[in-house]
């Protein structure tokens, strides 16, 4: 069984920092793509970042680049997402996902795995 868990998430200020980190279990972790969609209150879920399978290539959303690093650990099961210089328009829930194909796509329908998600919430 397929568990993506996130953790990290709480509540900052604008300007601060928040670490996010999802651990896999039951899937071979170098073998998926990683990412990160959310959600914010009353709208869609969207695209934040992703990671290739070496993580030698990374994509974002053009609100978060220079901002947030999406990472990963192979040999931990983990991928992170380091967010900086917040802004009360990040708030949303954060869900880790995986996918099995090798490119990265921005697509939420074609994440094959998703985790539980967790609350980022940023004050102004």
């Known amino acids: 069984q397929v568990q993506l868990v996130e953790s990290g998430g709480g509540s900052v200020q604008a300007g601060g920092s928040l670490r996010l980190s999802c651990a896999a279990s039951?899937?071979?972790?170098?073998?998926?793509?990683m990412g990160w969609f959310r959600q914010p209150p009353g709208k869609e879920r969207e695209f934040v970042a992703a990671i290739s399978r070496t993580g030698g290539t990374t994509y974002y959303t053009d609100s978060v680049k220079g901002r947030f690093t999406i990472s990963r650990a192979n040999t931990k099961n983990t991928v992170y997402l380091q967010m900086n210089s917040l802004k009360p328009e990040d708030t949303a829930v954060y869900y880790c996902v995986a996918d099995s194909e090798v490119v990265i796509r921005t697509d939420a329908s074609r994440y094959d795995y998703w985790g539980q998600g967790t609350q980022v919430t940023v004050s102004s």
């Open positions: 039951g899937l071979t972790f170098s073998t998926y793509v």
